[in-house]
């Protein structure tokens, strides 16, 4: 069904009532694979670094948790029977957008951290529609969701949906922003095994998208099986980055960007390579960070991938 790109970005901002505790952080981190044993750290379930994100008497709370925080708000139960995620909710059900799920991928992602995220919370969501653009044979849905407690904001997140043979309409094309890599080699590479049960697991935060679960329904949106989500790649990767770049303090990170360049399997290898970037005078530090899969020849899967920190 066409999207009405102008009722989408002129309606009122829609608020939704967010809660979580720590079992819904702990779950989190189980799903983006914190605690799970590699060939490295073959005891990692009991590591004293891992379990920073496993027990909660030790835990802290990554960055990326914003994209899944507040499940149990009426606005995700609701999309919980539309197989949508939270980041796509909000956007989803805004007034003059009504599209295809299985035409339905996440083109990028952004959360600027204005302070830290607690284990427990109780929060209110606020949603818009900055933007949507035409691509012409697909539309981009630009969706805003800012988060605050009693004691403030809390985080930002910025959405970019992309909407195959959605586009045509007659809007604005939109930005085209691409970030190059620095011309040297890595300051660091590391991997991450994708277990072939990830996607099973971390759709249990929230993204009930069965695209990641069914074969027939991955078939539909032209997958040969199912595919792992974008933002658990998005959370292996920060969690990545914390854990060799800043000394696995998740306070540090400000916030963390990325555009979604292509598909992971479940059962693939990620291959992180990270350049730090000298920090300007009175600024905090810059890592740009590319993704690929390591058993297709190194196909993009994260890229203009920046975390910001202090």
Known sequence: ???DAAKATSAEPRTTELAWDHKDVQLYHLGIGAGAATPENPHAATDPDELRYTLESALHVLPSFATVAGMG???VERSRELGEGMALAGGLSAPGIEVDLAAVLHGGQTVTVHRALPVRGRATQTSTVPAVYDKGKAAVIVLRSEVADDDGPLWTCDTQIFVRGEGGFGGERGPSVRGELP???PDLTTERLVRADQALL???SGDWNPLHADPEFAALAGFDR???HGLCSYGVTLKAVVDTALGGDVSRVRSYTTRFAGVVFPGETLRIRLWREPAEEGAGGRIRVSVTAAERDDAPVL????VEHS
């Open 73 to 75: 708000s009426p606005l």
């Open 183 to 185: 011309d040297r080699a």
């Open 202 to 204: 971390y759709r249990l």
């Open 303 to 306: 890229a203009d991938t920046v």
């Open 1 to 3: 069904m066409p999207i």
């Open 226 to 228: 199912p595919i792992l």
